[in-house]
């Protein structure tokens, strides 16, 4: 060990020389001087001090100040400069895989190195790191996930977690494991970075940890609500139900985003709606007050926001603007829309981007550089670009007030990802965007009171999620009572929503009746899928249909890839129809048109075979990238070695594929009831529900099975399937619930229950007689 300890030290020696000669190059002397023009550098001596002194530090400062980038680095470079280089083992967690992925290669390139040398990242599925990567850029998911199997996270010396003010439920979670880990790893240090001022709840949550605040600078930005900037534009709202926002993108998109629409209104707090019936716009014109008497928080349509965007480039000083979107659907239309746009599409004044999680690094670094030649350059972003990232020569902000979060509805144990309201924090940090480099302008898209009427902070995440994945985590960790150690969180969540994730932990068989991991369960936690989807794609496996199962998973985590084109609505339906043929399942249909598409690719016929069917060769490659991606993770857990063939044998088998999506989708069963002219359905705790249009069991005069299982059901205005499979009375038996080891009785107990509320005199006699048949065969 003598001579490994001068091994690294001669590493050491050589990392020290190194950084020293690129420090002294001309490229590397310019780095050097941005880097000391960062809030953070005049800071770097007491920061390292502060950590040398204290087991846990909470660092808050502005966007932009230089926390993600430099504090890390500064903790290298110190133990560089001590010789330590090779020896330390940095670990910064990012909530999301586009930052992490971002941040390392700048580090990298402030570095003069590539990736993967001492700066490298860490994401689920994908990584570059090297022998020599001592700083690690990961997301919070991988670090729990290395915790599962190095529970004292031997070797490493720092551990960083970023972006904390977003309370993530990862982020949260990891606090609980990290503050039971310090007193056990003494030479450990912590480091919790924030981009808000609220450094003092985590301080007190770790005994009073010293906190530090990067006083940053940022330049006044004007906000415009959405009065102001119809006067200013002259820009004429009309009422929703006349579409006019939407109106003019005749595809399919305009129907699904007013369903969306819909649902978000359903969805938005009263408050909104009461502060607009109070809100009074005096002091604006008649013209003015008559446009937002017809504002509904429907309103914020892609016109609009082209309308900004062309009095932005017409009319405003230069600079960049930054748009705020929910989701990637919303940037992806928005986008083409734009590009048919006579002035925001021609790339000699418009440089367009779209900002999001898979882009490639010439993408990104567009983002981040200066267009040249007077050219305007408009991103599109989501939230990301609220913190993560930084785009330095932003000007103009464009907000239009909602991001996708997840909620969860515990009563009615209904999880919903639907974009709504931000919080005043965050729309403060999305005008901040603005002001980086000069003052700037924020246009949000909703009247001032609107504004007021949001909340002052966004509810932690694991206050308003299904808990389920985080459970499992819990117990694979063996981090005691799940109830007990969520109550030690920042923020515990409430009993009942823990109660229904662990009950259905254990109707899926994931953890017995006292709470402990099964063999499923313990497999289930390595898949970062949702149990549900992980256990399909294991059984998958095991019944030798992997391909189509995985098909089907891939399709369930991503979106459907019909589309339903509004003017072409009946042919899109029968192309789809076509598909379902007398399948009675969605997720069947999904098969066959991915099959197909297989197919057709082979032949280089891919595209045509989309357009002709009615399908997004987007979202199929997607699909098909993302199956890809399954198989290596089934390997990596051991599940399956690298011979895909051997695990396609019955992938012909229908009867068995509606089997392996039952086991994975239960208990997301209803009823069927064919009467003559509809068809009732019902699920144990909703009464009855609908079936959406877009399934293809949604415009059948009758379902000739039993039972239908689903993935999905929300909640609008009555509760409607998304998707559904119709399965037989046998199938619901063997594999609706636990049918992994030892779980047999409460498998049968649960279906016992479910067949009363049912009402199926007739099956419960089959039941009793299949169970008392299987408990004859386990006894053999
Ligand atoms: P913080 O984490 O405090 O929000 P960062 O460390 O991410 O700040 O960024 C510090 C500064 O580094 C930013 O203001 C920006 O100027 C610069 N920067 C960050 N990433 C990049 C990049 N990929 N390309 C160019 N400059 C960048
Ligand atoms: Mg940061």
Redesign the pocket.
Known sequence: SIAKEKILQRRSLQLRNQQQDWQESPEGKKMLDFRRS?P?FKEKDAFLKVISENQVVVVS??????????LPQYILESETEAARGAVCNIICTQPRRISAM??S??VAAERGEKLGESVGYKVRLEGMKGRDTRLLFCTTGVLLRRLLVDRSLNGVTHVIVDEIHERGMNEDFLLIVLKDLLPRRPDLRLILMS?TLNAELFSSYFDGAPTMHIPGFTYPVRSHFLEDILQMTGYQLTPYNQIDDYGQQKTWKMQKQADAFKKRKSQIASTVEDALEVADFKGYSPRTRESLSCWSPDSIGFNLIEHVLCHIVKNERPGAVLVFMTGWDDINSLKNQLQAHPLLGDQSQVLLLACHGSMSSSE?RLI?ENPEGGVRKIVLATNMAE?S??I?DVVFVVDCGKAKETSYDALNNTPCLLPSWISKAAARQRRGRAG?VQSGECYHLYPRCVYDAFADYQLPELLRTPLQSLCLQIKSLQLGSISEFLSRALQSPEPLSVKNAVDYLKTIGALDEDENLTVLGRKLSMLPVEPKLGKMLILGAIFKCLDPIMTVVAGLSLKDPFMMPADKKDLAESSKAHFAGRAYSDHLTLVRAYEGWKEAEAQQAGYEYCWRNFLSSQTLRAIDSLRKQFFYLLKDTGLVDHNSVAYNTWSHEEHLLRAVICAGLFPGVSSVENKPKSITLKTMEDGQILLSGNSVNGNVPRIPYPWLVFNEKVKVNSVFLRDSTGISDSVLLLFGGNISRGGLDGHLKMLEGYLEFFMKPELAKTYLRLKSEMEELIQK
């Open positions: 960062l953070a400062g502005e966007t932009g100040c230089g926390k993600t980038t430099q971002s941040v290669e700048r981009a990104q981040f913190t990232i930084t330095n980086r």
